[in-house]
């Protein structure tokens, strides 16, 4: 079963806008990743965040973890269309191994 | 460096068929971890290899198994395939000695059982 829900499904937004997608897991984690893929391709490390982190950034990402709720956010800030992608959030929760979220869709128009 | 590789990237296989997927982690990489990806069930996890001992296992059946290397390259193999097998199988290998560090995806074999 996935770990972790991603919210909303899809998103359609244009560019120079900020896209913020989030991730709602289930067990208590040491850390949660957000990966990026592009249609039909592997996924791409995006940035990893710390149980005992709240925020991290990365160029045009910025990421927030609240565990107590457990969730994260994807903020990515002035969207270009190169962006359109698939964004999946990954935990580890009570095991050594990542577990997925079932991921945002998002497509930037130009 | 080179990045992770699998072989081949596209496959198209009859039910009933066995089939071996090939994966080679980036250089100094010792876990390597596979998943299957499907429109229906998203990303799942299917096992992990670590100096060549398998290190974690997911819900799939028997069906599937796995070997590394001394050279960290793994394989994966699909015995008696069903039509449910067709999905997009990547390879991921990890520079830390735990697979939740961030993993390096390679570009995926697109298996098709027909």
């Known amino acids: 079963s996935q770990q972790g829900e991603e919210d909303p499904q899809a998103l359609s937004i244009q560019e120079g806008e900020n896209a913020t997608m989030n991730c709602s897991y289930k067990t208590s984690i040491n850390n949660l990743q957000w990966y990026r893929q592009n249609s039909g391709r592997g996924l791409v490390h995006l940035i990893l965040?710390?149980?005992?982190?709240r925020e991290k950034h990365s160029g045009r990402l910025r990421v927030t973890l609240d565990t107590s709720k457990k969730s994260s956010s994807l903020l990515i800030t002035a969207s270009r269309a190169a962006d359109t992608a698939s964004y999946f959030c990954a935990t580890d929760g009570t095991t050594d191994k990542l577990i997925f979220g079932t991921g945002t869709r998002l497509q930037v128009f130009p | 460096k080179a990045g992770v590789t699998q072989t081949p990237r596209y496959l198209i296989k009859t039910r009933g068929q066995q089939v071996t997927l090939s994966c080679s982690p980036i250089s100094g990489h010792r876990s390597v971890s596979w998943y299957q990806q499907t429109p229906g069930q998203g990303l799942q996890f299917l096992f992990e290899y670590f100096s060549e001992t398998q290190r974690n296992k997911g819900n799939f059946p028997g069906r599937f198994s796995g070997r590394q290397f001394s050279n960290s390259r793994s394989e994966m193999n699909v015995s008696t395939l069903e039509l449910g097998d067709s999905a997009l199988y990547l390879c991921?290998?990890?520079?830390?000695?735990?697979?939740?560090?961030?993993?390096?995806f390679g570009p995926g074999t697109r298996l098709t059982v027909t």
């Open positions: 965040i710390r149980s005992n982190e």
């Open positions: 991921a290998s990890s520079l830390r000695d735990q697979a939740n560090y961030e993993q390096y």
